[in-house]
Structure formats: structure tokens, C-alpha cells
């Protein structure tokens, strides 16, 4: 399991353009805008609406790791507990896995908000929407432990998919709330 955490680990932050330039014979640095035109960076935008179950998780646990700006053990731990155990996860190959977290990690870092409001057109099944916002939970951990990011982030998960996670409780509504808000109070979704 370590070691699969450590490959996980590996893949995202070297796997992006930034460190794949480094490497490159050329490697004077590049601004922001040179590496967006990157071809692999042209062919991840290209497919910001496209995907499916797989594509919709990784990319929240993208955003959610970088709302949050770290990753605790633990969560990594379980982020590669459902990456190597869980359908349709365990099915891929590690170049397969790694190739998606790789891509959906370069549209969350150059379509910005885009990233967040597509996700309703990767996950256009009512079911994988509920499935996926479980699954992320899941590994994000209890909401009492949300730090205001990734609290703030996950609830714009509910709003753009117009689902909310199995456990949702808002901790900022009284402790005998029911476990689900209603949506109709979220801001409207603009896709």
C-alpha cells in the first residue's frame, strides 16, 4: 500500500508539464502561458468535457487536494485504496491510472473554474453523480474535519452535480439538521 501511495504520489507531481519540461533538452523555464500550449496540455483542455465515472472522481480529488493545499496520510492512503481497489479503478493499468490523474490534474490546473462546472457534463448519470460525491467523501474523511476550502469546494461538488453525499451534514447548520440540505438554498448552477 505504501508503495502504491508513493507511485500515486510520484505520478502527480512529476507527471505534470511543469516537471516534464524540466527534463526536456530545452529546459529553460517557461511561464505560465508557454506551458499551456504545451500539446499535452492542448489535449487535456481539449477533453474537459469528456470522461466519465473514473474521470469525474479524480478530477474532485484533484480540486479537493488542492483546495485543501496538502494531503494528510491517511487520505492518501485511502485515495489509493480506492484507486487500486475499487471499480473501475482496479481494472486499469498503473500507466492507465496514472495517464488519467495526469490529464484531469492539468485541467484543474489551467481551465480553473471550468475544472469544477464540467464535472456535470463527465458525470451526466444521476447514479454515478451520487456514487462518485460518496466515493470522494469517502476518502476526504468525516465533514467535521473539512477545513473551510475544502468545505467550500465539496459543497460546490453537491451544487454543480445537484446531488448531495450520502453523510452529507453541513457543519454550519445545527447539529439536529437532517443529514441531507436542500438544494434549492445553494447558489444556481451555471454550466
Same mark, same amino acid.
Given at each position: ?5 508513493i ?6 507531481? %512529476?507527471?505534470?508539464p511543469? /516537471? ?23 489535449? &487535456? ?7 466519465? %465515472? ?5 478530477? /474532485?480529488? !484533484? ?7 496538502? $494531503? ?13 481497489g475499487?471499480?473501475p479503478?482496479?481494472?486499469?493499468? &498503473? ?10 490534474? /492539468?485541467? $484543474?490546473?489551467?481551465?480553473? +473554474?471550468?475544472?469544477?462546472t464540467?464535472?456535470? +457534463?463527465?458525470?451526466?448519470?444521476p447514479?454515478?453523480? %451520487? ?6 467523501m469517502? !476518502?476526504?474523511? *468525516? !465533514?467535521?474535519?473539512?477545513? *473551510? ?9 453537491? $451544487?454543480?452535480?445537484l ?6 451534514? +453541513?457543519? +454550519?447548520?445545527? *447539529? ?14 451555471? &454550466?
Amino acid at each position: 500500500m505504501r508503495d502504491a501511495a508513493i507511485e500515486l504520489s510520484f505520478h502527480t507531481l %512529476y507527471g505534470t508539464p511543469w /516537471m516534464i519540461q524540466i527534463g526536456t533538452a530545452e529546459s529553460a523555464p517557461m511561464l505560465a502561458h508557454e506551458v499551456r500550449e504545451l500539446p499535452q496540455v492542448q489535449d &487535456a483542455i481539449r477533453r474537459l468535457k469528456s470522461g466519465g %465515472y473514473a474521470e469525474g472522481i479524480v478530477r /474532485m480529488l !484533484v480540486l479537493l487536494a488542492r483546495a485543501r493545499g496538502a $494531503v494528510r496520510r491517511e487520505r492518501l492512503e485511502r485515495s489509493n485504496q480506492l484507486l487500486h481497489g475499487r471499480p473501475p479503478f482496479n481494472s486499469m493499468t &498503473a500507466q492507465a491510472r496514472a495517464g488519467m490523474i495526469r490529464e484531469q490534474s /492539468m485541467i $484543474v490546473e489551467f481551465c480553473g +473554474d471550468q475544472a469544477i462546472t464540467t464535472l456535470a +457534463d463527465i458525470l451526466i448519470d444521476p447514479v454515478d453523480r %451520487y456514487r462518485g460525491l460518496n466515493l470522494v467523501m469517502e !476518502v476526504a474523511g *468525516p !465533514v467535521e474535519e473539512f477545513d *473551510p476550502a475544502t468545505l467550500a469546494m465539496f459543497r460546490r461538488f453537491q $451544487v454543480t452535480l445537484l446531488t448531495l453525499a450520502r453523510e452529507w451534514r +453541513d457543519p +454550519d447548520l445545527a *447539529p439536529h439538521a437532517p443529514a441531507a440540505t436542500r438544494l434549492e438554498t445553494a447558489p444556481e448552477h451555471t &454550466a
